[in-house]
């Protein structure tokens, strides 16, 4: 099938993104939406240029919309976004990162219906362990971008996403896929890059906006081909 890609930029919708090029669906583009004022993804807060770097890098290309700060009219501008991509690419199906939380499946399933394409769930039900370790044995390098203030100290962000990491997320008991937003990543390289990211220089910030989250500002960064 020609499909679109939900893309955060993160380690979930990148391994979705995997699964369903395991499967042999042509990728047509990735969609990702924005902040107005920040023009930071809405979720991650990973800067607008910096995830056209990384699209650039997969050799994908991404759309990007952008929606108002208190995220009234996102499922309006979610589904003119989508429908206007499905008709240009001739898209029957989207890709999506959800894992167990019955209120995003619903909402995929729900907003997907409408303008009638089919949603793609390929980490649906599947062990956060296993995925969290899977993402890694493939070999996918990503990056904490954000981490909850009240469950991580400001050296979480900026820490690579490594088994030993997957392993002190577990034995604390918080879900080692984040998939509550106890935190973030970005993702700068893997099996389907055809480029990998170098990043040269950060900053970690604390933001306080649905919480308070020390956030891995990524200021200085560049593509490195992978055959040199």
């Known amino acids: 099938m020609n499909i679109i890609a939900s893309w955060s930029g993160g380690k979930d919708s990148c391994f979705a993104l995997y699964k369903e ?6 990728v047509k583009c990735l969609v990702n939406f924005v902040s107005e004022g920040t023009k930071r993804g809405c979720f991650h807060g990973i800067d607008s ?7 650039k890098a997969l050799g994908l290309e991404l759309y990007q919309a952008e929606v108002p700060a208190d995220m009234q009219e996102y499922e309006r501008i979610f589904k003119e976004t989508v429908l206007e991509l499905k008709i ?4 029957q199906a989207m890709v999506f990162g959800d894992i167990y939380l019955d209120e995003h499946r619903d909402w995929v399933d729900r907003v997907c219906k409408d303008i009638g394409i089919t949603p793609l769930e390929p980490l649906w039900g599947l062990d956060t362990k296993i995925i969290a370790s899977d993402f890694i044995k493939y070999g996918f390098k990503t990056k904490i971008v954000s981490a909850k203030a009240d469950l991580f100290d400001k050296n979480f962000a900026g820490q690579d996403f490594s088994p030993e990491l997957v392993t002190n997320l577990i034995t604390r008991n918080i879900c080692p896929c984040g998939e509550n937003g106890e935190f973030h990543t970005f993702v700068y390289d893997g099996p389907i890059f055809k480029n990998r990211i170098t990043i040269t220089k950060t900053e970690t910030l604390l933001i306080d906006s649905f919480w308070k989250a020390h956030f891995l500002d990524i200021q200085e960064y560049k593509l490195i081909n992978k055959t040199n």
């Open 21 to 26: 090029m395991q499967n042999k669906h042509n």
């Open 49 to 55: 240029a910096l995830m056209q770097t990384q699209a």
């Open 88 to 91: 240009k690419h001739s898209a």
